[in-house]
């Protein structure tokens, strides 16, 4: 039940996003774009993460509604305009697959440093105020 309750916060996400976008900044350019962001984006959100349509772990990234608006605007061209429509977008796709890829390994790098940070040891020497054998001195 939680693919499908997922499939459909995606479907919808994507469904208004590409339609409202389309309106809006192709009526007003970019302030349409921002218009519709506001409108479109706020409201999917709410529903789908505040509300749980889509659900979120801890650990997982939090790109998921991109995914599904990415999706639907992919698809929707192909079953519009063809096949060749779909051709298109494969530079885009790779280079957005390579972009991931290259984020993913900074990512980790990034973790794996700040581990690292995490697990200092203590200095063996003691400091002012304290004896060699650990005690205060007075």
Known sequence: MKFLRSMI??????????TAFDAF?????????VFAAFI?????????HYVGLIQ?????????????????????????????ALMDTVPTLALVILGAVI????????EKDMEKD?????????????DADGGVNK
Do not use: C, S
């Open 9 to 18: 916060g995606y479907m919808i996400a994507g469904m208004l996003v590409m």
């Open 25 to 33: 900044a192709g009526q007003y350019g970019i302030v349409g774009g």
């Open 40 to 48: 479109v984006i706020g409201p999917m959100w709410f529903m789908n």
């Open 56 to 84: 979120n772990l801890d650990e997982n990234a939090f790109v998921d509604m991109t995914m599904g608006i990415g999706l639907v605007g992919i698809f929707r061209d192909t079953f519009i305009k063809g096949m060749p």
């Open 103 to 110: 984020a993913g390994f900074v990512a980790a790098a990034i």
């Open 118 to 130: 995490d697990h200092v040891p203590a200095d063996t020497e003691p400091g002012p105020g304290y």
